[in-house]
């Protein structure tokens, strides 16, 4: 009985010793992709700002994701640990950053499409976990924002029209969904949604920042609860064929946060560009507590 016994506990700390302190598994890799929304767009400072385009934020909700059994973020882990310091930067400028058994390697890029969602990535063959939001641009996000700004959209063919070019983008993120599996074959894919940018209720719409938007808000929120039906109806699709993929709503808890949100805005409103014209790239963008508190509680949660 004793040497049984003696077997059962070397089984058991075997067990913990590879699944590693707190339940975090002995190794892990995180590969983060999507677009503005993920990248953390209108949230400086960015890593490797002076050779990339993409915005990458150090306070995207990439750098809050820890699954259950981690002590802390992948980010801070790969990173080495230490403090963070304010802006939530570990030191290096990298957006690839490997310490120990952890890497965690950001690829998110603002402005990005479904066909460019894979750009440049690395780490996707050990990746154990990798998130993203596409399709935003595919739908014309900005190109929505500045026209209805800029003029009344809240028409019939400009109903039509939008509804269509989301519609169609359906096959366009189921091939981008199997692409990310083939090559992240052993990898949890989840897919968030987008937060909605204008409030529900009229008295939250008729805020002073909201004026361009008058009369149109409702038709936007439509349009972007569309987006968010195709992009789970792609993900449950591409489920349904046995990919590892999760469809993460965020609308939900961003109820209240919206732009001139009753609850106080998660989302950036307009924002003047640096050069004076149009539209700041993160204006109607997650701000920090959008990225931290919204984007990245929600997909703790799934998770957990």
Same mark, same amino acid.
């Given at each position: 009985?004793?040497?049984? !016994?003696? *077997? ?5 700390? @075997?067990?913990?010793?590879? =699944? ?12 983060? @992709? ?7 767009e209108?949230v ?11 915005? /990458?934020s ?13 002590? +802390?973020?992948v980010?801070?882990?790969?990173? &080495? ?5 304010a ?17 965690? =390697?950001?690829?998110? %890029? =603002? &402005? ?15 990746a154990? @976990? ?11 996000? *900005?190109?929505?924002?500045? $026209? %209805?700004?800029l003029?009344? %959209?809240?028409t019939?063919?400009?109903?039509s029209?939008?509804?269509a ?8 993120? #189921?091939?981008?969904y ?9 990898a949890?894919?989840?897919?968030l949604?987008?937060a $909605? ?7 939250? $719409? ?5 004026r361009?938007?008058?009369? #149109?808000?409702?038709?936007?929120r439509? @349009?972007?609860?569309?987006?968010? &039906?195709?992009? !789970?109806?792609?993900?449950a699709?591409?489920? #349904?064929?046995? *990919? ?13 946060? #919206?732009v %001139?949100? /009753?609850?106080?805005?998660w989302? !950036? &409103?307009i924002?003047?560009?640096s +050069? ?15 990225? /931290? ?12």
């Open positions: 009985m004793r040497r049984v !016994a003696a *077997v059962i506990v070397l089984v058991a700390a @075997l067990v913990v010793g590879a =699944s590693g302190a707190g339940g975090a598994p002995a190794t892990f890799t995180y590969v983060a @992709l999507g677009d503005s929304f993920s990248s953390g209108g400086a400072p960015y890593l490797g700002a002076s050779t990339t385009h993409c915005d /990458r150090t306070r995207a909700y990439a750098t809050w994701v820890q699954p259950r059994g981690f002590d +802390t973020s980010y801070a882990l790969a990173s &080495g640990g230490g403090k963070p310091g802006d939530n930067r570990y030191g290096s400028d990298a957006n690839v950053r490997t310490s120990g058994p952890f890497t965690w =390697s950001f690829w998110a %890029c =603002s &402005g990005a499409t479904t066909r460019q969602a894979l750009s440049g990535a690395t780490a996707l063959d050990d154990d @976990l990798v998130t993203l939001t596409i399709g935003g641009n595919d739908a014309g996000y *900005v190109d929505v924002l500045v $026209q %209805c700004g003029s009344r %959209c809240n019939a063919a400009f109903r029209q939008r509804a070019m989301i519609d169609a983008l359906k096959p366009k993120l #189921e091939t981008t199997r692409a990310i599996a083939n090559e992240a074959p052993r949890r894919i989840v897919v949604g987008y $909605q940018p204008f409030p529900a209720t009229r008295k939250e $719409q008729s805020c002073a920042g909201l361009l938007f008058a009369g #149109e808000q409702d038709m936007l439509a @349009l972007g609860a569309r987006l968010n &039906g195709t992009i !789970a109806g792609a993900v699709d591409v489920a #349904e064929s046995g *990919v590892n993929i999760a469809y993460v709503p965020v609308a939900g808890r961003f109820a209240g946060h #919206e %001139c949100g /009753r609850k106080g805005p989302m !950036a &409103g924002k003047v560009s +050069t004076g014209f149009g539209l700041d790239p993160g204006s109607f963008h997650p701000n920090v507590k959008g990225q /931290r508190d919204g984007y990245g509680a929600a997909l703790n949660a799934a998770l957990g």
